[in-house]
């Protein structure tokens, strides 16, 4: 999406577009309701050059008119659907549209709305708020390019045992002690990326999620050790790759939330991996990227 235009011996690179346009749509599936609540941010690259340089808007999408293409879209989608297919579907109305629009990027975040199940079954339109949201970018031009990214955020998970970290640096400013024993716990960013369309968006994010948590935590009894978040980071990612075929690279970005031993020897209180002191900041910072090799660069 990113190329400027000319003015005089400078370059202007400008998109327009409405943010977080929030959107609710229900699903009746017969007596049983699908839902989700989405936040659409469009941002249209069009030929408006004038409209920077001389104040002319006659070639300018109001974004008023973006906003409400986002409700019309919706109202349009008969069928339950993925923000991936319907992100695809907005830009692809946007290009097919307006001829001066050249390109458009939609991102898209959903509310955790998980169906209620009371007494082990599932309520037909009870819904409650979880944790983590689902994310989604969309970019498309005018000349077919099309790429879908996906992804989770605010996932935070954590394990009371099997984790460890040692063997790194050791210098004049070095106080960590080694232990294979610690808590660990992160709020995991992840954003994946498709060279292929899956045959169902919604299906495809539900199983990297459970890959991205399986890796984690590893086996329900007895887990798996961690010697840090590095080694997790990577397996989490690699097993993404090696499981779906139809995902070329996977982004992580995993803090390392401290949960700190309480030790108060004077008052006869020894930290034995039970006290501790919960902390949000400041956290241990480690991201990543795992990419297949020789991929195609992107046109956009
Ligand atoms: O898993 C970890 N990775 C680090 O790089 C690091 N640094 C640190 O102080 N604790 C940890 N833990």
Redesign the pocket.
């Known amino acids: 999406m990113a190329t400027g235009d000319s003015v005089g011996d400078c370059e202007l690179e400008h998109q327009h577009g409405k943010a977080r346009v929030r959107v609710a749509r229900v699903w009746h599936e017969g007596s049983s309701h699908v839902m989700v609540e989405w936040s659409v941010s469009v941002s249209l690259r069009s030929k408006t050059l004038a409209a920077y340089t001389e104040g002319d808007n006659s070639a300018i999408v109001a974004t008023d008119t973006i906003k409400n293409t986002v409700y019309v879209l919706a109202k349009r989608c008969s069928e339950t659907t993925s923000m991936e297919e319907f992100g695809t579907q907005l830009a692809e109305l946007f290009l097919n549209t307006y001829s001066q629009v050249t390109g458009v990027r939609v991102n898209l975040t959903q509310r955790p709305w998980e169906r209620v199940s009371l007494d082990n079954t599932p309520h037909e339109h009870g819904f409650k708020l979880g944790s983590e949201n689902r994310t989604a970018q969309v970019l498309a031009t005018k000349d077919g390019n099309h790429k879908v990214t996906a992804g989770i955020s605010d996932l935070s998970l954590l394990k009371t045992t099997k ?1 460890g ?1 040692e063997g ?1 640096v050791r210098d004049k400013n070095t106080l ?1 002690p080694e232990t294979r024993e610690r808590m ?1 716990a992160s709020s995991i960013r992840s954003v994946w990326s498709y060279s292929k369309t899956p045959l169902d968006y919604n299906e495809t994010h539900a199983k990297v999620k459970n890959i991205l948590l399986s890796t984690f935590f590893g086996p329900s009894r007895g887990g798996v050790y ?6 997790t980071l990577y397996l989490m990612a690699k097993e993404v790759l090696l499981r779906v075929p139809e995902i070329e690279s996977v982004y992580l970005n995993m803090p ?1 939330i ?1 949960f700190l031993p309480v030790n108060m020897p004077s008052i006869g209180i020894q930290f034995k991996d039970d006290v501790y002191l919960p902390t949000d900041e400041p956290h ?1 910072s ?1 991201e990543a990227t795992l990419q297949r090799k020789n991929l195609p660069t992107s046109k956009l």
Do not use: A
């Not at 961690?226 to 080694?231: F, G």
């Open positions: 984790s970290f790194f960590l660990m961690s010697p840090s978040v590095q080694n390392n401290h241990g480690i």
